[in-house]
């Protein structure tokens, strides 16, 4: 059979990077390489006992279909939470449930991008949103991002120059793969940049309950007096990724159209997930268990930092993020970054080349991204031991 794809499809290539990636899938690989929240957040005997309770108290609500926005209950309560914790929400506002964030920002592309729209992101970034952007054919224009953010007077210069901007997308907390946190002043300058403009903000704020150190920075969303802000946040880090929830808060107008693109996807988010997610935000110690998640990862991070500087000082520098999962080591100039990687996985240890979260996989890039969350504390130590072996 000629097979014969969509133009959109068409054009994605398996890069060599992922097939490095692939090949490290096995059993015994330490994982540097993934995203995934550590199990031990996992509040596994909540999530058995309110399942049974659901079970046996509301069935139904549970296993029939239910409306696209989500289970108003949980949409009042994100609403509620997301006004106190991150000042989000103004009366132009409105909020709708979604799998997972990254079909909130898959949809936003696809209702605000044309094919051949241009959005700016960071760059590196988050590689599932880059691609979803890349299936809809809109054209990803790259900024270098910085220790404290996106260079701003990049961004002002793509602004000035690009066409059809329609989205500038940016993850300011922990961010994906650096675990930089874009300072206050930039997010300011960068909303002022958008007003200026007129192209929105898609806010990505997976990680933002996951600060271990220093003081919360205000959301982007919560300077939006003009209605410019998407912002999307998810369950996936703080109660469980397989259940897939996920939240939307945008302009009432734009998250309708949104809500209609949702309807041709999924219908709606599973019932039971949403109910869950519900019990967790109503009847757990939800502030005891984000204490509990932050300890977590603080130690984990630590543990990888302190490995690092007593296996590898002076060959490598990274950040010291403030959250999040993730730590960004640049390699010494010598050294050919996809050597490395490919040595490292050979060893036994998968990190990600820091060129997979490229806008232009081709632009030079000698770091790799380490994730410290997925991994065991032996595996974390033991896995820092090896890199320090590799030699390519
Ligand atoms: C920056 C960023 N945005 C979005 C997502 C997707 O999250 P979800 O599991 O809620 O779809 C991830 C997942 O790792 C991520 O790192």
Redesign the pocket.
């Known amino acids: 059979m000629d097979y014969r794809f969509s133009n959109r499809i068409a054009s994605l290539q398996p890069s060599m990077i992922r097939e490095i990636l692939k090949a490290t899938s096995g059993k015994d690989v330490i994982p540097f390489s993934a995203?995934n929240p550590s199990p031990e957040t996992f509040p596994v005997e909540a999530i058995r006992s309110f399942t049974g309770a659901i079970l046996e108290n509301d069935p139904v609500a549970a296993l029939q279909y239910g409306i696209t926005e989500g289970y108003e209950p949980l949409r009042d309560k994100l609403k509620q939470h997301l006004l106190t914790r991150f000042g989000a929400g103004k009366d132009f506002d409105n909020l709708f449930i979604v799998?997972?964030?990254?079909?909130g920002?898959e949809l936003a592309c696809k209702v605000l991008c044309n094919e051949g729209d241009a959005i700016i992101c960071e760059s590196p970034?988050?590689i599932?949103?880059l691609n979803s952007f890349r299936s809809s054919g809109a054209r990803l224009v790259g900024v270098p991002m910085e220790s404290d953010g996106i260079n701003v007077d990049k961004l002002e210069q793509a602004l000035k120059t690009e066409k059809n901007v329609k989205l500038i997308y940016l993850?300011p907390n922990f961010?994906?793969p650096t675990g930089a946190t874009t300072s206050l002043e930039k997010r300011k300058a960068i909303y002022a940049l958008a007003k200026q403009y007129g192209v929105m903000i898609l806010e990505?704020n997976?990680?933002g309950e996951l600060r271990f150190k220093g003081e919360d920075i205000p959301s982007i969303k919560s300077m939006d007096d003009e209605g410019l802000v998407i912002y999307?946040g998810?369950?996936?880090?703080v109660l469980s990724?397989g259940l897939?929830?996920?939240y939307v808060l945008a302009p009432e107008a734009v998250m309708q159209k949104m809500v209609v693109a949702k309807q041709g996807e999924d219908v709606h988010t599973t019932m039971l997930s949403q109910l869950l997610a519900y019990k967790f935000m109503t009847e757990y110690d939800y502030d005891g268990h984000i204490k509990h998640i932050r300890a977590v990862y603080l130690r984990k991070c630590k543990l990888m930092t302190d490995s690092l500087d007593g296996f590898m000082a002076g060959k490598v520098t990274f950040n010291s993020p403030e959250g999040g999962l993730f730590l960004w080591c640049d390699l010494p100039k010598s050294v050919v970054m996809l050597d490395y990687c490919k040595k490292a996985a050979e060893k036994g240890v998968a990190v990600v080349p820091g060129t997979a979260f490229l806008v232009d996989e081709g632009d030079p890039c000698n770091a790799i991204r380490l994730n410290f969350s997925t991994p065991s504390d032996e595996q974390i130590v033991r896995g820092i031991e090896i890199l320090s072996t590799v030699r390519p």
């Open positions: 995203g799998s997972g964030a990254q079909q920002i970034s988050f599932g949103s993850i961010q994906n990505d997976p990680y999307v998810s369950f996936s880090k990724a897939r929830v996920g």
